[in-house]
């Protein structure tokens, strides 16, 4: 089964979000690492930049394809997980491993926390992934 | 309508991530491509290649009709012998690539699934003489047996001694009571076999195969495996590095062009002057000299010119890096060339390698 922690914030492009005061941590979700499968490689390289919501973060590398990573959320991307940013051999796999745990990616220190609201809640992110596993 | 192969229960049961691929579910990878490309390098795999188009194609005319239609010489074919070969139209493009085995009393045509229909069309427009053409797909089942440990896994189960059959050589047999076609054949690099079976009794010996594979850790592997294991070995796919707008000899496949044979063949006639003239463009082997990994439609540079187009590319995982097969301009096709890939806004450096890129397959030449 997919699963969808009930405490975070999702995207329609299978982001999700843990806020914390004004800063987000962002990864990508179980269902896209299950998608994706196989990640070999993780850039964000939007570190140390400005975002705008929906902008790219930087990219996912799994064998078959390469995917972006969106910014839920607008604000300066602050850090970006150290063990599997640009990272060789097997360290990327953490994402499909834990993508809600070790497998995050980046902190974003958000500039306009209202965004938030936009974002899907766990039901209605659990509707889009049955959508998407029954087309 | 999507349709499912023989085995599709099987898929579902062992986790498989199924898609639609050539008309039919299959699945895209069971627990992981990597995994699944390494049980096959070290031990055996299962792939359901059911979905292939299986032609059969019998009368007193058939032999001297297939070669009319395939490059490769088929009359060259000793009863139970078999070959790769192409189909061309009249102006040298790849209608198909394809395995044509020659039995006692008829050839057997296996195409890929996505051509299935045209081919078959294609071969009925063409029909001259005393030629049946039956299409027996749906009734045939084919399994795919690959890796080193294919032999010693088959054999538990297999009526007939495998050790003397030789590479693209076929054989009746009973494979857990259940009468076979069984060549060694495949497409992975490694030793291997394929099985032809009666779609009703399939389940029955994918099952035994299963338990007999056990000792040597069998998994059934999908279609990101295949794909991988294929491009290690510059082994083409219809769709991405050959099509009805590449000609046989520019994707390297001049090996299976055979101008000499009698009575031609469909294409012959451009085919030869393009080989007297040499082709534009080559197929060539990319191996990446950072971390990047190519993909399809990615431009190729050399000196800053654009010089070719990627084909297909992909994360190696038997070598850890990207590779990518590439049409581009034959005067850098040359083993030791350095060109680049436009990469995601940036040039990454590419070396041409000679092919194969794993050159460790337990296949027998």
């Known amino acids: 089964m997919t699963e969808i922690p009930a405490d975070l914030k999702y995207t329609k492009t299978h982001e999700w979000a843990r806020i914390q005061g004004d800063i987000a941590t962002v990864g990508i979700t179980d269902f896209a690492q299950k998608e994706l499968s196989d990640i070999v490689y993780v850039e964000i390289t939007a570190l140390g930049k400005t975002v705008k919501?929906?902008?790219?973060?930087?990219?996912?590398?799994?064998?078959?394809?390469?995917?972006?990573?969106?910014?839920?959320?607008?604000?300066?991307?602050?850090?970006?997980?150290?063990?599997?940013?640009?990272a060789e051999g097997e360290a990327p796999a953490m994402v499909n491993r834990d993508p809600y745990g070790q497998g995050w990616l980046c902190r974003i220190r958000l500039s306009n926390p209202a965004e938030i609201s936009g974002l899907l809640d766990s039901s209605s992110y659990a509707e889009l992934v049955k959508r998407s596993e029954h087309h | 309508m999507i349709k499912n192969t023989p085995f599709y229960s099987r898929h579902l049961a062992a986790g498989g991530k199924m898609v639609e691929f050539a008309g039919y579910n299959l699945p895209l990878q069971f627990h992981g491509i990597i995994p699944e490309h390494q049980r096959v390098r070290t031990t055996v795999g299962v792939f359901d290649v059911s979905h292939m188009g299986r032609i059969r194609?019998?009368?007193?005319?058939?032999?001297?009709?297939v070669n009319?239609?395939?490059?490769?010489?088929?009359?060259?074919?000793?009863?139970?012998?078999?070959?790769?070969?192409?189909?061309?139209?009249?102006?040298?493009?790849?209608?198909?690539?394809?395995?044509?085995?020659?039995?006692?009393?008829h050839l057997l045509?296996?195409?890929?699934?996505?051509?299935?229909?045209?081919?078959?069309?294609?071969?009925?427009?063409?029909?001259?003489?005393?030629?049946?053409?039956?299409?027996?797909?749906?009734?045939?089942?084919?399994?795919?047996?690959?890796?080193?440990?294919?032999?010693?896994?088959?054999?538990?189960?297999?009526?007939?001694?495998?050790?003397?059959?030789?590479?693209?050589?076929?054989?009746?047999?009973?494979?857990?009571?259940?009468?076979?076609?069984?060549?060694?054949?495949?497409?992975?690099?490694?030793?291997?076999f394929e099985l032809y079976l009666p779609a009703e009794q399939a389940l029955r010996v994918w099952d035994e195969l299963m338990l007999a594979g056990k000792e040597f850790q069998i998994e059934p592997i999908g279609l990101g495996a295949r794909d991988t294991l294929r491009l290690?070995?510059?082994?083409?796919?219809?769709?991405?590095?050959?099509?009805?707008?590449?000609?046989?000899?520019?994707?390297g496949l001049g090996f299976v062009v055979k101008f000499d044979k009698a009575g031609g063949f469909i294409g012959a006639?451009?085919?030869?002057?393009?080989?007297?003239?040499?082709p534009k463009r080559r197929l060539v082997c990319l191996e990446m000299k950072d971390r990047s990994i190519p993909r399809p439609h990615q431009k190729v540079y050399a000196d800053g010119v654009e010089v070719?187009?990627?084909?297909?590319?992909?994360?190696?995982?038997?070598?850890?890096?990207?590779?990518?097969?590439a049409y581009v301009n034959r005067k850098y096709a040359a083993t030791g060339t350095e060109l680049e890939i436009e990469i995601r806004g940036n040039r990454a450096k590419a070396l041409v390698v000679s092919p194969p890129f794993y050159k460790h397959g337990s296949r027998k030449k």
């Open chain 2, 269 to 278: 006639d451009v085919l030869r002057r393009i080989a007297e003239e040499k």
């Open chain 2, 57 to 65: 194609i019998s009368g007193s005319d058939a032999l001297a009709f």
């Open chain 2, 308 to 325: 070719g187009t990627v084909t297909s590319g992909t994360m190696s995982p038997s070598l850890g890096k990207g590779i990518a097969l």
């Open chain 2, 109 to 192: 045509l296996v195409v890929n699934g996505a051509n299935n229909e045209k081919d078959t069309n294609w071969l009925q427009e063409h029909l001259r003489g005393d030629v049946r053409l039956q299409n027996i797909t749906e009734t045939v089942a084919q399994l795919a047996v690959q890796g080193p440990k294919a032999e010693p896994c088959l054999k538990k189960i297999c009526s007939i001694d495998l050790s003397p059959l030789g590479f693209y050589w076929a054989a009746r047999a009973k494979v857990a009571d259940v009468d076979c076609i069984i060549s060694r054949t495949g497409y992975t690099g490694e030793d291997g």
């Open chain 1, 53 to 86: 919501q929906n902008e790219p973060l930087g990219f996912i590398e799994a064998v078959k394809a390469t995917s972006d990573i969106y910014a839920p959320l607008s604000g300066e991307v602050i850090e970006a997980n150290q063990q599997i940013n640009k």
């Open chain 2, 68 to 105: 009319q239609m395939t490059t490769n010489d088929a009359s060259t074919l000793a009863v139970n012998q078999a070959q790769y070969s192409v189909m061309c139209y009249p102006d040298g493009g790849i209608v198909d690539d394809l395995v044509v085995y020659r039995f006692e009393d």
């Open chain 2, 232 to 251: 290690e070995m510059k082994y083409c796919l219809y769709g991405n590095d050959i099509d009805a707008t590449i000609n046989p000899l520019e994707a």
